[in-house]
């Protein structure tokens, strides 16, 4: 955009602008029935890919095929206007999302209905809380039935409820054979009901396939770089200063050093410590963070027997952790420290020092997953003697 | 995609286009668009559609006053008042359509952003809607019409035809103002002044008979559209005595102007948004 004046008294600049390509040397096929989920960081291009799939941007290159009928769903309830009722706000969605007028009329009962908004149907979008807007707006977009869906991230809205009503959709809608693209930053969405996944990163696809591989390289990706990082690790750092913790990391099961390891595999954790003073059977301990500050397990030398030997100053000494990853996917700190034997008086407590990204296939909301097994076994009814049957 | 053949691939996605597949869908949206609004205002406020008659009526209340009263352009002239307000109900569409379509792309950014649509259905819309308001309003310069005395004749069958080349000449001027304002913003004070001078060049205030000379007469005539369409409007409409454009142009052959004009402006206007089209939601 420029103004005459610009283009007056500049006539012979070009008009400067930056290239940038949102997306390039993006190939894949879907196929018919498939549910494929588009995952990627922010600005990874995963909405413009959208966007040129749905034809509102224009490519500059290459082509997209489509065959069916294709909705798009970049934003829920394109086109509602806070004035009007819901009966025109449903007409007015359902025509901009490719029905006639006639189809989007006569779908308006059952759009209401889905929407469990038959009480509120005469009043004014506006007065409507947002959760009852995007429960309409959603309603809208299940009625449209379309062969191809193009969804942008619109199922994390709506209370409980009307968010199980939106997967079972999801399910059914896969069920039935539609095609679906799905962009999301919700792994376990992905997990759930993708069959395929693709990650975008800087407007290319750097992986595709199974979509619990593809999630477990995004989360890696996204801790990789940019993750939070403490500010300075040396504004945290507490203690006499008798011993330093020089060196600390994680390593896999073969004795590797890694940033990121598998959830359920054996691994250890690894602090060096370089003595200043003389030490009688100082103390190492450490404290393993989430992400979230919650501390999910804490070990030290104590633990065992707490007679660790005599130091001088200059020797040093190799602090280990060995156990099965048992931590919940996502990044996991680990703040060592050493004190002097009884562990009250600090030498050294490095805050987050060592971190390490969790992978795993899936997500189960707790803070660690450690092996068990769940059952469901059918029993009979305890039948109430003092209560009629039927 | 390595495949020559796209038959199995179905159909390519091209972007968007102005008028997309399917020009049915245009209509569908143009008219689903326009009807929404008009409703808007219609029951928006508790006095609704009596805002949208006020406007032209007030005008026209200023403008009688002062040029009966004051300036006193209009005397002497058969049913100068229906006139003037038949002008002012004519000349209101023909702004609104265009001045309202300036920042219509703008104003629809959320649709324009957000989904696929034929893009034309933007400037349509906003012509359709004020179409809308013109039928009502000139229902109110019909009742006032007849109320001055003039009766009632067969030939007004015919003054809807008018509307033809005034919505064709709004249309393209809508499409050309549209697209041109999201590139460029001056289009939005220039387009203000502009009509400024169209509202001045037209026979509204005044009818042709003031003007000093014939060539004047067929100037403004023969080039300025809207002056062609309100003569023969005050002829079919009002006051038959009145010359017709024909006569007023200086020969039938002469409305081939105003007619090409307004042709030039509609092509020139589909030509300019056709070519923005594609690339608008992405220069918003």
Redesign the interface.
């Known amino acids: 955009?420029?103004?005459?004046?610009e283009r007056a008294l500049h006539p012979f600049k070009r008009s400067t602008f930056d290239r940038f390509d949102a997306l390039h040397d993006v190939?894949f096929a879907v196929e018919p029935g498939e549910f494929v989920g588009i995952v990627g960081r922010n600005g990874s291009g995963k909405s413009t890919l959208l966007?040129?799939?749905?034809?509102?941007?224009?490519?500059d290159t290459?082509?997209?095929?489509?065959?069916?009928r294709m909705s798009?769903f970049?934003?829920l309830g394109?086109?509602f206007?806070p004035?009007?009722a819901a009966r025109?706000n449903i007409?007015?969605n359902g025509?901009?999302?490719?029905l006639?007028?006639r189809e989007a009329r006569e779908r308006y009962d059952r759009v209401i209905d889905f929407a469990e908004l038959r009480e509120f149907e005469e009043l004014k979008l506006k007065n409507y809380s947002s959760g009852m807007q995007v429960r309409l707006a959603f309603s809208v977009m299940v009625q449209v039935d379309a062969d191809i869906l193009l969804v942008d991230e619109v199922l994390a809205v709506g209370d409980v409820r009307f968010q199980q009503k939106c997967f079972d959709v999801f399910h059914r809608l896969r069920d039935e054979g539609k095609t679906i693209l799905f962009v999301t930053h919700d792994m376990s969405a992905v997990r759930r009901f993708c069959h395929r996944a693709l990650l975008l990163e800087r407007g290319e696809i750097i992986r595709i396939g199974e979509p619990a591989e593809v999630a477990a390289s995004y989360v890696e990706l996204s801790f990789a770089e940019g993750g939070e990082q403490p500010p300075d690790p040396d504004a945290t750092r507490s203690g006499d200063g008798a011993a330093e913790i020089v060196d600390s990391w994680w390593e896999d099961e073969h004795g590797e050093r890694q940033t990121a390891l598998p959830q359920g595999r054996p691994c250890s954790f690894h602090a060096r410590v370089r003595f200043h003073a003389h030490a009688e059977h100082p103390g190492i301990s450490t404290v393993f963070e989430s992400e979230a500050h919650q501390p999910l397990m804490a070990t030290s030398t104590d633990n065992t027997s707490g007679e660790t030997g005599l130091f001088e100053p200059g020797d040093e000494a190799e602090f280990q952790v060995r156990m099965d990853m048992v931590f919940a996917p996502g990044r996991v700190h680990a703040s060592p420290a050493v004190a002097h034997r009884g562990g009250h008086r600090i030498m050294d407590r490095r805050e987050r020092l060592a971190s390490v990204v969790v992978t795993a296939a899936r997500v189960s909301g707790g803070l660690i997953d450690i092996p068990h097994d769940v059952r469901l076994t059918r029993v009979e009814p305890v039948l109430q003697p003092d209560r009629e049957l039927g | 995609?390595t495949t020559a053949s796209?038959a199995?691939?179905?159909?390519?996605?091209?972007?968007?286009s102005a008028l997309g597949s399917d020009p049915?869908?245009v209509l569908?949206?143009a008219?689903?668009?326009a009807v929404?609004e008009f409703?808007?205002r219609f029951f928006?406020s508790v006095l609704g559609y009596l805002w949208q008659l006020m406007r032209p009526l007030l005008f026209f209340g200023v403008l009688y006053v002062v040029f009966t009263e004051f300036v006193r352009i209009g005397e002497g002239v058969r049913y100068y008042p229906a006139i003037l307000l038949m002008g002012i109900v004519l000349f209101t569409f023909f702004s609104d359509s265009t001045s309202r379509s300036v920042t219509a792309v703008i104003d629809r950014e959320?649709?324009v952003?957000?989904?696929?649509?034929p893009r034309l259905v933007v400037p349509l819309s906003v012509v359709l809607l004020a179409y809308f308001n013109l039928v009502l309003n000139l229902l109110a310069v019909l009742v006032f019409v007849l109320a001055t005395g003039v009766d009632p004749r067969l030939e007004w069958l015919a003054f809807p035809l008018l509307l033809i080349p005034l919505g064709l000449f709004a249309g393209g001027l809508a499409m050309l103002l549209s697209a041109l304002f999201?590139?460029?913003?001056?289009v939005q004070p220039i387009w203000e002044v502009l009509l400024q001078v169209l509202f001045y060049g037209s026979p509204i205030l005044y009818v042709l008979d003031i003007l000093p000379s014939d060539e004047l007469r067929e100037l403004v005539v023969r080039f300025n559209p809207l002056a062609t369409i309100l003569v023969q409007a005050r002829h079919t409409l009002i006051d038959e005595q009145a010359p017709n454009a024909w006569d007023a142009a200086g020969g039938f052959v002469y409305l081939l102007i105003p007619a090409t004009i307004v042709l030039v402006v509609l092509a020139l206007g589909f030509w300019v948004f056709n070519r923005e089209a594609?690339?608008i939601?992405?220069?918003l």
């Open positions: 955009m420029s103004t005459l004046k190939s966007k040129c799939m749905a034809g509102i941007y224009r490519t290459g082509a997209i095929y489509i065959n069916g798009t970049i934003e394109v086109g206007n004035d009007l025109d007409l007015i025509v901009m999302l490719g006639s007028p | 995609m796209s199995p691939l179905g159909r390519a996605i091209k972007g968007p049915r869908r569908h949206l008219v689903t668009l929404m409703k808007l928006g959320n649709l952003r957000k989904i696929e649509f999201v590139r460029f913003r001056d594609p690339r939601a992405e220069e």
